[in-house]
């Protein structure tokens, strides 16, 4: 999701990269301030890709609404699937249902 709003992928291919990578919190999206004054977001996974994702306001802006998306997407699914057991707990009542 992260790449898809436009965060770019830096990998830890070197050693001092890859030392530099266990030193950061895990699989947790942060920002620092450049020296413009600008936030830079960073969000590192030492694990699936060994990598850092590295992104702007625009990318972490971008990031937000997917995952806002992703979120009602969840919920209606969920909503789906309970509307469904209670049609189904429905039908069990329904004098017509039995032969």
Known sequence: MLAA?????????????????????PLKLNFYINKQGHR????????????????????YQKYQNLRLQQRMV?????AAELNQDAAMQMNMF?????P
Do not use: H, M
């Not at 709003?5 to 919190?25: E, R």
């Open 74 to 78: 969840e919920q209606e699914q969920q």
């Open 40 to 59: 830079v977001y960073w969000f590192a996974d030492p694990y699936e890709c060994n990598c850092l994702y590295r992104g702007n306001e625009e990318a």
């Open 94 to 98: 329904d004098p017509f249902f039995f």
């Open 5 to 25: 709003a436009g965060f770019n992928l830096v990998p830890a291919q070197s050693p001092g990269k890859a030392s530099i990578l266990k030193t950061l919190p």
